[in-house]
């Protein structure tokens, strides 16, 4: 514990947190800060931790929306991911928006439903060789598998999960655009999946085999590393999950969230190899490039607003850039 305050003041963060020992401090929103925060892989946890992330996103799923009458709080995440999310995919913003964005869903589970743990990645290069194999679809250990294809199914490419913590919950918004645009619908629905099969589901392994994360990781710019890690790498496990997965309401499944903790793992394996020069290297399209491609491109800057349409407060993504800061103090 105290080396876990030694870090928070090396890394200039909490100040007044760190004045107050653990028996002055009876809430546990502060007890959190004051711990070791590292970020694991799903099968690193011990069987109760993974209940306890499990439990968390149970609650969300059962707590009432902070924008919408009639949907959750879990789903308040899938309509931000489908509002403000598509102005950041093609663009250099997608690795800080998607740092703040999952940041935002880990505060909501440790505020609202006394979560004490941290996100949790899936590292699916593990699982390169057969996804539809991976233990992160274990019905008692994971997130449920694939859809039941005996269904009539609720959205195109997904049938409704019918194992798994969870088995037939609603989902309350639907998307039909996939990141090339703007859309959000008001439509209940099941957790669903499809899993892709076949020479199709092997080629998307082969791109986040071992070789592909080297090259990944081996890349010298910040723009070069943005286009290996959206396009070629992360978006590989939507193509794979398909269902809500596939759309811009992506976050509907919980993977989601191990999804782009593993993406941003990547972003921060990378800039661990050059920290100095790399904890301020930030470059590319200012603007979604596949909505706005017919507008002259505007170069990002570190001193873009990242916006999380009113659920967190908007900063710079100069304050996203390294995750040993005062507001995200993390690390893997
Ligand atoms: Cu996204």
Redesign the pocket.
């Given at each position: 514990m105290l080396k876990a305050l030694t870090d928070r003041n090396r890394h200039g963060g909490y100040q007044p947190l760190a004045r107050l020992s653990l028996e002055e401090s009876s809430d546990p929103k502060n007890i959190l800060y004051l711990t070791e925060r590292r970020r694991k892989e799903w099968r690193a946890l011990e069987p109760s931790e993974q209940q306890q992330y499990i439990d968390g996103v149970l609650c969300l799923m059962r707590k009432p929306s902070i924008s919408t009458t009639g949907s959750t709080r879990y789903d308040d995440f899938a309509s931000l991911?489908a509002t403000v999310?598509p102005m950041?995919?093609y663009a250099a913003s997608?690795l800080p928006?998607?740092r703040y964005?999952t940041h935002t869903f880990e505060k909501a589970l440790a505020e609202e439903c006394r979560f004490s743990g941290t996100l949790v990645y899936w590292d699916w290069t593990l699982d390169a060789s057969n996804f539809t194999a991976s233990p992160i679809w274990n019905s008692d250990t994971g997130f449920g598998g694939n859809g039941d294809p005996n269904l009539e199914p609720q959205m195109p490419r997904g049938n409704c999960v019918v194992d798994g913590p969870f088995a037939n919950t609603t989902r309350t918004w639907q998307s039909d655009s996939n990141?090339h645009g703007f859309n959000l619908r008001h439509s209940p629905h099941c957790l669903s999946r499809g899993f892709l099969t076949g020479e199709k589901a092997e080629q998307l392994q082969s791109r986040v085999s071992p070789a592909a994360l080297q090259r990944l990781l081996g890349q010298s710019s910040y723009g070069k590393l943005l286009d290996e890690v959206e396009i070629q790498t992360h978006n590989v496990i939507p193509q794979f999950v398909r269902g809500d997965f596939y759309r811009?309401t992506?976050p509907n499944d919980p993977v989601f969230y191990l999804h782009?903790t593993q993406v941003d793992r990547l972003w921060w394996l990378w800039q661990q190899q050059d920290l100095e020069a790399r904890i301020n290297q930030y470059e590319g399209p200012k603007n979604n490039m596949r909505i706005f491609k017919n507008m002259t491109q505007v170069e990002a800057s570190l001193e873009d607003i990242v916006e999380m349409g009113g659920f967190a407060d908007d900063i710079l993504v100069r304050d996203l850039m390294s995750t040993q800061s005062d507001l995200l103090c993390y690390s893997y």
């Open positions: 991911h999310g950041t995919h997608f928006w998607h964005f990141g811009m992506a782009h």
